[in-house]
């Protein structure tokens, strides 16, 4: 819905004297975040103790993985209220500097009760394996996850009323199809092979027949990029630490296999935007997000380039030729433009520059065997000490 002459001039004339529930009142079919976002586009000020009682809650499960620890506090900047639901199997550190400004709750999305959602206006599901290897080692596991748990979040997001619900899926399911030139849109019929594929498109099909007011699917592609709870499991964030600790990028298969992309940081204002879309523009809807689609011997030469020009290193570029069959897909990503507006923005060699200087020259993140960068091996791990994990749900009633 577009906004009219009248509303605007309402706006303009009201809104440093009227309340927040006085401007309601007057703009009945607009809610508390679409008019904050339109005083912001004329320039109104907005005082952010004005309108911080009246800020939408947001459910984040999942919170403190990868995308997660920066997502948080970019809604916190926005004025969010934010409400956490996390396993804690990957621990809770990636939230630390935010901590106090946000409600966290220690539990499992398998089971959501009505007062894990008590208040929230939004829900965006993070939770989830997310990654081939685990899916594959654990096959149970992670379809009870990822397909089940979004159908028992979502039936309790059904049940109390919450109108907004973004889950996070991803363009992998779209590996599998034929050998095809053209790039894939979301009105593709996809046939997922693999594991953790097909457990991401059965959560999609779970969150549609909810019933849910405003359901949204978004297929990401790869993520890359800092994040407070690292991740190292990742193409660039992997051959950018393989770069780092050997001088060395491998690229299997010939590099010849194309992966969509999109940074971390981009991916987060992502949801905020679909968080403030006009629910008219993206209920129901499928997005694939990405900067593009790169074959992995252009990534690698990407970051080989970035890191001559920005630290003076020399790394060398290595092809194996091997004949193993890797995954390989492009995604069509102008649909989100087309409805709101959004486009990637971030290039990888912008990323692995920034990532350098905080590894490099802040020193972070520079262990680089931590098992906890590396989900599987983490995993692996904490099975051997789950004791020592928290979390109210022990670890062999996840994998067992």
Not at 142 to 151: E, L, Q, T, Y
Request: charged share 25%; net charge negative; proline share 4%.
């Amino acid at each position: 819905m577009k906004w009219t002459d009248e509303e605007i001039e309402i706006l303009k004339q009201h809104y440093d004297k009227a309340s927040t529930q006085e401007l309601s009142i007057m703009l009945p079919n607009r809610a508390i975040n679409q008019i904050r976002d339109k005083a912001h586009c004329l320039k109104i000020k907005l005082t952010k103790i004005l309108w911080s009682d009246f800020m939408a809650k947001i459910l984040v499960t999942g919170a403190a993985g990868y995308i997660g620890s920066v997502l948080v506090p970019l809604l916190l900047d926005k004025g969010y209220h934010v409400k956490v639901l996390d396993l804690g199997l990957f621990g809770l550190q990636g939230l630390d500097r935010v901590k106090d400004l946000i409600e966290l709750e220690v539990g499992d999305i398998r089971r959501a009760t009505v007062d894990d959602v008590h208040g929230c206006d939004a829900i965006i599901n993070l939770a989830a394996f997310s990654n081939d290897p685990i899916a594959d080692k654990w096959p149970e596991a992670n379809m009870s996850i990822n397909r089940d748990g979004v159908a028992a979040l979502a039936a309790v997001a059904k049940a109390y009323g919450v109108p907004r619900f973004i889950q996070a899926s991803s363009a992998s399911v779209y590996d599998g199809l034929p050998e095809n030139p053209l790039v894939t849109t979301e009105e593709e019929e996809v046939k997922p092979e693999r594991g953790y594929a097909l457990s991401k498109y059965e959560s999609e099909r779970v969150l549609f027949r909810a019933g849910l007011q405003c359901p949204i699917v978004v297929r990401k592609g790869t993520v890359y990029g800092w994040s407070p709870r690292m991740r190292y499991d990742l193409i660039v964030n992997t051959m950018l630490m393989s770069a780092l600790t050997t001088n060395q990028i491998t690229c299997f298969c010939g590099g010849v296999q194309y992966r969509p992309l999109i940074s971390i940081n981009d991916v987060a204002k992502m949801y905020v935007r679909l968080l403030e879309a006009d629910s008219d523009k993206v209920s129901g809807e499928i997005f694939n997000v990405s900067f593009g689609n790169h074959q992995v011997l252009e990534i690698a030469f990407e970051i080989q380039k970035t890191l001559r020009n920005h630290a003076q290193l020399d790394i060398d570029v290595v092809v194996n030729n091997d004949p193993r069959v890797d995954r390989s897909y492009q995604i069509y990503d102008k649909k989100l433009f087309r409805r709101i507006g959004f486009e990637a923005t971030e290039s990888i060699g912008m990323v692995v520059r920034s990532m350098y200087d905080r590894i490099c020259c802040k020193c972070m993140n520079q262990d680089f065997d931590n098992p906890l960068y590396y989900n599987i091996k983490w995993i692996d791990t904490a099975l051997k000490i789950a004791n020592t994990i928290p979390t109210t749900t022990k670890m062999c009633d996840i994998f067992h």
